[in-house]
């Protein structure tokens, strides 16, 4: 039996592309559930100028492959009113303030606030900072801010923008949306890390050899060029996504599962991640860009729409971390990512050890992997070692594995439902804090320094492959491979 969760939600940019295709869908899954009633609404806000009743039907379109009763959704969007107003005039904020208290008054919701930036990033501060000077923020109950990624462009950026923040709302009201975090298979990692003793016990360097994990695309940059090329792989996908999922691998264990003691056992490994310096860059990171590949609809980077002729952007790149942790030394966390790979895969390859005992057979034990499929479609697969079927005492190894049904997909909450929830109840565990995002700032802004002075090898890889051979002699050189193939 679910709880009525009593909040008011007010959408930045409520007209939206992610508005309309996640978020509107997100709260009625919520309202659907019952966890959204009789005491919610939501206040949608743009430039464009629309009245309630259009701002409703837009709702109602976003809303319709979702839609199994038409009175339900005639009811739930009855709870959803409209002002247009521009972010950046502190005048207008008054408009925003009376649909909110409106709303508030009418649907019987005493405080409990939520302010959703759907917005450029460059909006955040401004429109925090309206916030509290215009006397939008609730006088009881809480006031909470979700923000969409990127949190800045380098660590200098991301801390003006905390700053800007934090003149508004204290940090524990902040709630930095990373969706790969609101993914089922990255939650996962907890269960299956805290939740089975045979690999809460070996999770660390007595028994684990590396750890990979690996984030391909098919797709090149498509017609993203204007960001993409100013931002590359590294900033894309490394410095946001990856380094979430690496800090639920490296965290130390929490003394509760409880957003507080999550994020602290994360920061102690955030806390110890060494920051390369030029050379250590050069030795530990790999950059690249795609080339022509097999098929004619494999056109080099440099040759791709809106792609500057004398681009160094990396579109492929692949790193060691290392943690000066006890439970981590001299344990390699491998990280790659990049567009035109073979194959579109987000997951994490756990290398343990080989066993040492002796057989005394030709085959010996090989290394065992657990492999987290996170996309497309999510898995567990455990490669173990046992005996293979021949008169001789040789070993194989054998695979065991799970792969979540249909059913289950179907029940599963997306990403976006399941952090506007978790955000309703206040639950941090899942959102990046800023510990967290100032670190992996710090660690990619030192690679970043070293690529836009150009002091590192550009390699180039071949389109529909697994990037350029210097990927693989990265993990060579500790006497490792790539799990993924691709």
Do not use: C
Not at 81 to 99: F, G, I, Q
Not at 299 to 327: C, H, M, W
Not at 465 to 471: K, L, V
């Amino acid at each position: 039996m679910v709880s009525e969760i009593k909040t008011l939600v007010t959408f930045f940019g409520g007209t939206g592309d992610l508005a309309k295709r996640k978020l509107y869908p997100s709260v009625f899954n919520l309202y659907k559930k019952g966890y959204l009633q009789k005491h919610f609404a939501i206040v949608g806000t743009a430039r464009q100028a629309l009245n309630d009743d259009e701002f409703k039907q837009l709702v109602r379109d976003s809303i319709k492959d979702f839609t199994d009763d038409q009175a339900q959704a005639e009811a739930f969007i009855e709870h959803f009113s409209y002002r247009a107003h521009d972010v950046t005039d502190a005048a207008s904020y008054a408009v925003l303030k009376e649909a909110i208290e409106e709303a508030a008054d009418k649907f019987d919701i005493d405080g409990n606030r939520i302010f959703y930036m759907s917005v450029a990033p460059r909006f955040f501060g401004t429109i925090a900072k309206y916030l509290k000077s215009e006397g939008l923020l609730a006088g009881t109950g809480y006031n909470r801010l979700m923000i969409e990624k990127p949190f800045g462009t380098s660590y200098d950026t991301a801390a003006e923008l905390q700053n800007d923040l934090e003149n508004a709302f204290d940090d524990n009201q902040l709630f930095r949306i990373d969706h790969y975090l609101g993914k089922e298979m990255v939650q996962n990692i907890a269960a299956l890390r805290f939740g089975n003793p045979i690999f809460d016990a070996a999770w660390n360097k007595d028994y684990i050899k590396n750890v990979q994990v690996t984030l391909s695309e098919v797709l090149g940059v498509e017609e993203r060029a204007g960001y993409y090329d100013t931002a590359g792989a590294l900033l894309d996908m490394i410095q946001n996504h990856t380094m979430q999922i690496v800090g639920w691998l490296a965290m130390e264990k929490p003394e509760s599962f409880t957003d507080k003691d999550i994020r602290a056992a994360k920061n102690a490994a955030f806390n110890a991640l060494k920051i390369y310096d030029e050379a250590e860059v050069n030795k530990y990171f790999v950059r690249a860009q795609y080339g022509a590949g097999d098929s004619a609809d494999f056109k080099p980077y440099l040759e791709e729409l809106d792609v500057p002729a004398d681009s160094k952007n990396n579109t492929f790149i692949a790193g060691e971390l290392q943690f000066d942790l006890p439970r981590w030394e001299g344990v390699p966390f491998y990280v790659r990512s990049g567009k035109r790979l073979a194959a579109k895969q987000t997951r994490v390859d756990i290398v343990f050890k080989a066993g040492t005992f002796n057989f005394g057979s030709e085959q010996e034990a090989q290394e065992a992997v657990l492999s987290i499929i996170i996309d497309p479609k999510g898995a567990i697969e455990l490669k173990l070692n046992a005996k293979s079927v021949e008169d001789a005492f040789n070993t194989r190894t054998i695979d065991l594995g799970w792969t979540v049904s249909d059913e289950d997909k179907k029940n599963t909450p997306e990403p976006y439902e399941r952090m506007i929830h978790d955000t309703m109840n206040g639950d941090g565990s899942n959102f990046a804090d800023w510990n967290g995002v100032s670190i992996a700032w710090k660690f990619v802004d030192a690679i970043s320094a070293v690529y836009t002075a150009d002091k590192a090898p550009l390699e180039t890889y071949k389109s529909g492959s697994m990037g350029p051979e210097a990927s693989d002699k990265l993990l060579a050189a500790n006497g490792d491979t790539w799990v993924f193939k691709g």
